[in-house]
């Protein structure tokens, strides 16, 4: 009697296949996520450097807020969020934002969100800092309301992915990216 020929697939080479699919299926999942997880970071990179030119041209230009002229801009950020904080005086009160005896005003100008898991932070000589100011009318580059003579460093981070923004003393804003580590003057 003949045999006949069965044709069709062992369990251990179905089990193989499986696992073969599997791992790729890992892989590729891996990479998307962290493909999607460099884009976030780099938009929001993107936004916060446009954020802080936004501070500057508003200081630059002189905004104002009413009749309330502008003193100053910080730009100011933390987990998932930024914000740029104006400060104003009253013209009909003092002429200028250095009178000790007239309250200044504060008003928060533009307030954006963040993807979730972004954080900003600031760096100046390798301290931690709460903002990046800009002086009314030059623009100049301040930290805690003095102006600076070196780079304030800008670290946007998600799940240790890492970009580097430089504003340097004249003013320029550099988005570095991943590529540096170093601010310039």
Same mark, same amino acid.
């Given at each position: ?15 193989? +296949? ?38 500057? &041209? ?31 005086? &009253? ?26 898991? +972004? ?16 002086? +009314? ?49």
């Amino acid at each position: 009697m003949r045999q006949k020929n069965k044709k069709g697939f062992s369990l251990i080479e179905l089990m193989i +296949v499986i696992a073969i699919i599997s791992i790729m299926a890992g892989v590729i999942l891996s990479t998307t996520s962290q493909g999607r997880t460099k884009h976030e970071l780099e938009t929001a990179m993107r936004e916060v450097s446009a954020g802080i030119r936004s501070a500057q &041209n508003s200081a630059l230009s002189g905004k104002r807020s009413g009749i309330n002229r502008s003193c100053h801009f910080a730009f100011k950020a933390g987990a998932n969020m930024y914000e740029i904080q104006g400060e104003f005086y &009253n013209p009909s009160l003092t002429t200028n934002c250095d009178d000790p005896s007239i309250p200044l005003v504060y008003a928060t100008v533009l307030a954006r969100r963040l993807p979730t898991g +972004v954080t900003v932070t600031f760096e100046y000589e390798g301290n931690p800092i709460s903002e990046i100011g800009f002086d +009314v009318p030059f623009g100049e580059v301040t930290e805690n309301r003095a102006i600076v003579d070196k780079s304030i460093r800008v670290i946007v981070q998600k799940k240790g992915l890492r970009y580097l923004i430089c504003v340097s003393p004249s003013g320029r804003i550099d988005e570095l990216g991943t590529t540096s580590n170093i601010c310039g003057n």
